[in-house]
T-cell receptor, first 113, second 118 residues
């Protein structure tokens, strides 16, 4: 257990509304990630962070923004949710970055109607 | 760019059967290779990894060998159990140069659903 908590675990929202997902870690790891999981695509990286206020885009960042104002929290925001953003979102952390494993949260199932 | 291709699924086997899930990759730098497993309703967890060519990762009876010449990292298990039913993901992390950092970013295959019947 890497002490990762995602909230909420489930959310249904309407098209056009803003949504924020939270990832909280208890071990003060520097590197955090947001992935989305869709059938036929595996997991795809949305954004990642390599320190407080240090973030960068991943493969599928359009329509998403992130913030990391403190080590333990990494927020993912959908500024104006669309149906194509219906997905399962996973937060992950790594304890180092050289060839090491990622630890994943339980996921947030988001449905945009 | 970097990519991972897994064999088409789902895979259905009887208990004690031999399992192979194929995985091939393309990478622009120095890859490390991973197999992750996802049980129903849970996040992913690392099953095994290999960080350089010819390394063999192993865990819980599963094995995979990093083959640079064929750009492959196939997952095998000699005798599957019902409890192995899950989704299996091949993934890679690529460093731009030897000793460099990938920032821990992972590129995943599409996943293979494995169902094992008693």
């Amino acid at each position: 257990d890497a002490g990762i908590t995602q909230s909420p675990r489930h959310k249904v929202t309407e098209t056009g509304t803003p949504v924020t997902l939270r990832c909280h870690q208890t071990e003060n790891h520097r590197y955090m990630y947001w992935y989305r999981q869709d059938p036929g695509h595996g997991l795809r990286l949305i954004h990642y962070s390599y320190g407080v206020k240090d973030t960068d885009k991943g493969e599928v960042s359009d329509g998403y923004s992130v913030s990391r104002s403190k080590t333990e929290d990494f927020l993912l925001t959908l500024e104006s949710a669309t149906s194509s953003q219906t997905s399962v979102y996973f937060c992950a952390i790594t304890r180092e970055v050289m060839n090491t494993e990622a630890f994943f949260g339980q996921g947030t199932r988001l449905t945009v109607v | 760019g970097d990519s991972v291709t897994q064999m088409e699924g789902p895979v259905t086997l009887s208990e004690e059967a031999f399992l192979t899930i194929n995985c091939t990759y393309t990478a622009t730098g120095y890859p490390s290779l991973f197999w992750y497993v996802q049980y129903p309703g849970e996040g992913l967890q690392l099953l095994l990894k290999a960080t350089k060519a010819d390394d063999k990762g192993s865990n819980k009876g599963f094995e995979a060998t990093y083959r640079k010449e064929t750009t492959s990292f196939h997952l095998e298990k000699g005798s599957v159990q019902v409890s192995d039913s899950a989704v299996y993901f091949c993934a890679l992390s690529v460093s731009p140069n030897a000793g460099g950092t990938s920032y821990g970013k992972l590129t995943f295959g599409q996943g293979t659903i494995l169902t094992v019947h008693p």
